[in-house]
């Protein structure tokens, strides 16, 4: 639980049914935020939420925190129903699956020439480029997000910086010949927001895909997503997570269709309009 949380406890005849318990992140890009992890609440039945939300979001407010975000099991939807009818709408999907048994066989790709290979050094320039891909289709409609989008030159030397990290799968997909996407495997405990209570054992994770407008559809991503989990498997983890924008219609549309499976939402609510 983060430092300074605050919340409140719902007592029954019998003792406590339920806790909420948020917290404030530093960063700019959530707004005058608080924040309910995995582990900040416990309900013996869903309704008793909102009558917890009411009492601790007074404090909230009045602290000016106005942006407020919580992780709710995906698979509780009598959970999820109460935070919907608290004004909330579904922002963010944390997914896992298991890793393939053996060796995926290669993607169908649907067009001739898509291949996946470990990026070498030379392939820094392309990465770059893809580095920009991911927060600009999330900065437009319908995703709006505020993260931050850095420069080309920030991107080179992050990557000139970060390339020989160990414990990186840093993987390019071909088109024709030339790298038209990527994406980064590692293991799970690397995301600041896969929390511990929604963390699987020994889980890789697939944390970073992009494909180049002009080459998406043709089996790219499928590729990519397939050669990470190849190489979680490779590395021992028995599970790979990852997780999506609701709102990015792409990347909720295909690692869906790679077999992961919702486990946490995270849901949202700015208030005052
Ligand atoms: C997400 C992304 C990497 C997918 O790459 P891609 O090369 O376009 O994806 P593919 O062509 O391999 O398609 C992957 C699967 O998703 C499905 N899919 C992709 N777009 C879809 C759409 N618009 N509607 C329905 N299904 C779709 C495909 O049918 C395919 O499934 P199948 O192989 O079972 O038929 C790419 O769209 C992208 O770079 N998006 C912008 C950045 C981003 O969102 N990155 C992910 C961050 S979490």
Redesign the pocket.
Request: net charge positive; aromatic share 6%.
């Given at each position: 639980m983060q430092d300074g949380a605050t919340g409140a406890v719902a007592v029954g005849d019998d003792g406590l049914t339920g806790f909420l318990l948020g917290g404030s992140k530093a960063s700019g890009t959530w707004g005058e935020n608080i924040w309910v992890e995995g582990a900040g609440q416990a309900v013996t039945d869903a309704e008793t939420v909102r009558d917890l939300y009411a009492a601790a979001a007074t404090r909230w407010a009045a602290d000016g925190r106005d942006a407020h975000y919580v992780l709710v099991p995906a698979y509780d939807t009598a959970l999820v129903d109460a935070w919907f009818r608290l004004g909330f709408g579904q922002q963010h999907v944390h997914a896992v699956r298991e890793v393939p048994e053996s060796s995926s066989s290669p993607?169908?790709?649907?067009a001739d020439g898509?291949s996946v290979r470990t990026a070498r050094r030379e392939d820094i320039p392309v990465l770059a480029e893809?580095d920009l891909?991911?927060p600009?289709?999330?900065g437009l409609s319908p995703v709006f997000s505020s993260g931050g989008i850095p420069t080309l030159q920030e991107a080179t030397e992050d990557w000139e910086e970060s390339f020989d990290d160990e414990g990186f799968a840093y993987l390019v997909?071909e088109h024709e010949g030339r790298v038209?996407?990527a994406?980064v495997g590692c293991v799970l405990e690397k995301s600041s927001s896969h929390t511990p209570l929604t963390r699987p054992d020994k889980a890789g994770f697939?944390g970073?895909?992009?494909?180049?407008?002009g080459?998406?559809?043709?089996?790219?991503?499928?590729?990519?997503?397939e050669a990470v989990l190849d190489w979680t498997r490779d590395e021992g983890f028995t599970s790979a997570a990852?997780?999506?924008?609701a709102t990015?219609?792409?990347?909720?549309?295909?690692?869906?269709?790679?077999g992961f499976r919702p486990t946490f939402l995270r849901l949202h609510r700015r208030l005052g309009h």
């Open positions: 993607a169908p790709a649907k898509v893809l891909v991911l600009r289709h999330q997909a038209v996407g994406a697939l970073f895909a992009a494909v180049l407008p080459a998406r559809g043709l089996g790219a991503g499928r590729a990519l997503g990852t997780d999506w924008r990015n219609l792409l990347s909720s549309r295909t690692w869906p269709r790679l």
